[in-house]
């Protein structure tokens, strides 16, 4: 069936900045747009959609998350907001109870973030002991990059005085010996811990995928990345796409160590080409860790530090052959990058392998560094002249930007995200929120790049700024882009398809002080309604 949307501002995203008067979908494409007039002629029998004042748009696009780790963290204990270890212990008894843990099962929870509990740290294996002594507990850090485990965690797993600490990772100490205090940090060590508890939690992996898509629909989001697939999460999205599940498309980019070739050989289907909704987009590495954990990787140590910079998680001769081995396959590489030394290594392999590939930026390869909380600006024109894409995180201006300040010191924490830089590079910028680490709340997002305050209300490198049209077109077109998908997604042009978005007030109209507090009434994929706000 043929639909006018009319009677509203109609944002098209085009650089021309063009608001038609009205919108005609046809067989879920944007068929015309223009006057109303014209609109109802060139249409069959429409059902016409008075928008009442409201706003349409394009639908936004999700520059870098994790929807499998949304979807399994929906059944863990949830510790954003706890204020010390006695929170944490609480919550977590609370959780054991309401969900009948018993002797064969676990207990996890994730969200905390040592930088806002009283004690200033992490908690340990004996804070966790207090929760039981006898089966597993493990809480993850809302960045996702370290935990802790429990007294019984650490047994199961192995992890005892002779476990080494290993390339990239390490393991927490009792001061004065090698015995582990519980702490785990970055990905293989993490691993150890994470393998265990997750095989002891029952529940429906694509059920789980389910609600984890609707919370992005409801925010206005019909394109979903699932940014470090393990083999396991292409399984259970192939399945839930096979079920017909799916409403939003996903973009699953396999992790570099979980034997990617193998998958993109089994899944051929989904090789840069969309199957019920489901592609694989690529392969992702990580380079380093977080700056708010301390681990991302600085070419200058820390604030308050003489010599400690964070550290990388790879050798910079696997990565090259990391790259190197997707460009000769044909498929996209992003780059997990927090630290500067993190984004020089990556630009420099990238560089590297091009050259010994013997490709160069006008291939459209289209390599994307994801976060980008340091990058500097002499990095930013090094990425334009190889073609590499700068994903940003820029809520971490709000979320930790008093963190940041603490410790990276006024000039470097002035500089996270520097979204303006990249954009007057001539950059194409996306935004994203890394979701599980905050919601996937583009508005919020949007207000954050447009004001850049932090949640103490600093206004933190205010050159750094970008204009409202800037930000939705990080959130839109230019995410886009970095699929591939420009000529498909991202704006209301003839042609396109009409996944779209309707908001209860104009961004371009809306004090910007007050953008994060704009409502997505309606989110449309093709043309059909996937969220509806009640």
């Not at 096979?242 to 899944?267: C, F, I, R």
């Not at 993190?342 to 050259?355: L, N, R, V």
Request: hydrophobic residues 35%; contains cysteine.
């Amino acid at each position: 069936m043929d639909k006018i949307y009319y009677n509203g501002d109609i944002l098209t995203m085009e650089d021309t900045r063009t608001e038609p008067e009205a919108v005609l979908i046809s067989d879920g494409f944007i068929a015309f747009t223009g006057s109303l007039k014209e609109a109802v002629r060139a249409a069959h029998q429409p059902e016409m959609t008075d928008l009442d004042g409201k706003t349409l748009m394009p639908a936004f696009i999700d520059g870098h998350s994790h929807i499998s780790l949304v979807a399994q963290f929906s059944q863990f204990a949830d510790l954003s907001g706890c204020e010390s270890f006695s929170d944490i212990k609480m919550r977590l008894a609370a959780f054991q109870k309401e969900k009948k843990i018993g002797e064969d099962g676990a207990v996890i929870g994730v969200g905390y973030d040592h930088n806002f509990l009283k004690e200033k740290r992490h908690p340990d294996k004996y804070i966790l002991d207090e929760v039981s002594d006898h089966i597993p507990v493990f809480v993850l850090h809302a960045s996702g990059h370290m935990g802790v485990g429990n007294s019984a965690l650490l047994k199961e797993a192995g992890i005892d005085a002779s476990a080494p600490d290993m390339e990239g990772s390490r393991f927490g100490r009792i001061p004065g010996s090698m015995e582990p205090d519980g702490y785990a940090e970055e990905t293989k060590a993490l691993n150890l811990l994470l393998a265990r508890v997750y095989a002891k939690i029952p529940g429906d992996p694509k059920a789980q995928i389910e609600k984890a898509q609707e919370l992005y629909l409801s925010h206005g989001i019909t394109t979903i990345q699932d940014g470090a697939a393990s083999g396991q999460d292409v399984e259970t999205l192939f399945e839930a796409a096979k079920e017909g599940l799916l409403k939003a498309d996903v973009v699953s980019y396999v992790l570099v160590g979980e034997e990617p070739e193998k998958l993109e050989q089994e899944y051929a289907e989904l090789k840069k080409a969309y199957w019920n909704h489901l592609k694989l987009g690529g392969r992702k590495v990580i380079l380093d860790g977080s700056p708010q954990g301390k681990t991302a990787w600085l070419s200058k140590p820390y604030a308050g530090e003489e010599e400690y910079r964070g550290y990388p998680a790879m050798e910079q001769e696997k990565v090259q052959t990391y790259i190197r081995n997707a460009i000769e396959n044909g498929v996209q590489i992003l780059a997990h990058c927090n630290g500067d030394a993190a984004a020089q290594q990556w630009i420099d392999s990238f560089e590297k392998a091009m050259e010994q590939c013997g490709v160069s930026k006008e291939d459209d390869l289209r390599p994307v560094m994801i976060h980008c909380q340091t990058v500097r600006k002499d990095q930013l024109l090094r990425m334009k002249n190889i073609g590499m894409i700068p994903s940003m995180f820029v809520d971490h201006v709000y979320y930790w930007g008093d963190i940041h300040l603490k410790n990276l010191g006024e000039e470097r924490a002035e500089a996270i995200s520097p979204a303006k830089s990249a954009f007057e590079q001539g950059l194409c910028v996306n935004f994203h929120q890394d979701s599980p680490v905050v919601p996937p709340d583009m508005l919020h997002t949007v207000w954050c790049a447009v004001n850049r305050e932090t949640r103490e209300g600093k206004i933190l490198g205010e050159e750094e700024r970008v204009d409202v049209f800037e930000a939705l077109k990080a959130v839109t077109i230019n995410g886009a882009y970095a699929y591939f998908e420009e000529d498909k997604k991202g704006s209301i042009t003839e042609g396109k398809l009409a996944d779209l978005v309707i908001l209860d007030r104009n961004p371009l109209k809306t004090p910007v002080s007050e953008l994060k507090d704009i409502k997505v009434t309606e989110t449309l994929k093709e043309g059909e309604t996937v969220y509806r706000k009640c």
